[in-house]
T-cell receptor, first 115, second 115 residues
Framework: SQQGEEDPQALSIQEGENATMNCSYK?????LQWYRQNSGRGLVHLIL?????REKHSGRLRVTLDTSKKSSSLLITASRAADTASYFC???????????????FGKGTLLTVNP | EPEVTQTPSHQVTQMGQEVILRCVPI?????FYWYRQILGQKVEFLVS????????KSEIFDDQFSVERPDGSNFTLKIRSTKLEDSAMYFC?????????????FGDGTRLSIL
């Protein structure tokens, strides 16, 4: 199944603008997480929102979750050139193993913030 | 802040050879994972490991793959007879035990190139 599909695939904005990325998923989840990946580096955890939460904030990040639509959005406010990276949503749900909480990633959004 | 470390950063191997990718998870973490990312594609789950045994594996994780935690600190992924299609970034991740999942901490990955 295609879990965690982000859109847009690429987003280019000017420094200071807000960036919004969306994610859709198909199966039931425990939580949804957003990760960032700088070119050639590993994934860095940004924020986690549980299935019973609708909105969460962390610094300049705001995440929403709509379980009825199986969708989430990540808003980065007042963007900076250093925010340039790929952003992935990942769903974390029960699997046949019971408690291993594997992550299922989307293809990601490549965000470019121009100075 | 504690980090997941992976070695080597880049591994070049002839097709058919065995490779071992190494990871040192964060010391108090109990769940361990391997993921891979083929260039331009999604990050894909390979295997999860808990309590010294595999808790779940994906269809990708066939008999050519194995994992081991030989000494309580290292976590290794072995590919016995590499194929061209094994070329990818391989990420190790770990997380603390938690009742409803949580953030996974990723290493910077090993780029595996099969010739």
């Amino acid at each position: 199944s295609q879990q965690g599909e982000e859109d847009p695939q690429a987003l280019s904005i000017q420094e200071g603008e807000n960036a919004t990325m969306n994610c859709s998923y198909k199966t039931s989840i425990n939580n949804l997480q957003w990760y960032r990946q700088n070119s050639g580096r590993g994934l860095v955890h940004l924020i986690l929102i549980r299935s019973n939460e609708r909105e969460k904030h962390s610094g300049r990040l705001r995440v929403t979750l709509d379980t009825s639509k199986k969708s989430s959005s990540l808003l980065i406010t007042a963007s900076r050139a250093a925010d340039t990276a790929s952003y992935f949503c990942a769903t974390d749900g029960y699997s046949s193993g019971g408690s291993n909480y594997k992550l299922t990633f989307g293809k990601g959004t490549l965000l470019t913030v121009n100075p | 802040e504690p980090e997941v470390t992976q070695t080597p950063s880049h591994q070049v191997t002839q097709m058919g050879q065995e490779v071992i990718l190494r990871c040192v998870p964060i010391s108090n973490h109990l769940y361990f994972y391997w993921y891979r990312q083929i260039l331009g594609q999604k990050v894909e789950f390979l295997v999860s490991f808990y309590n010294n045994e595999i808790s779940e594996k994906s269809e990708i994780f066939d008999d050519q793959f194995s994992v081991e935690r030989p000494d309580g600190s290292n976590f290794t992924l072995k590919i016995r007879s590499t194929k061209l299609e094994d070329s990818a970034m391989y990420f190790c991740a770990s997380r603390v035990q938690g009742g409803t999942g949580g953030a996974q901490h990723f290493g910077d990955g090993t780029r595996l190139s099969i010739l």
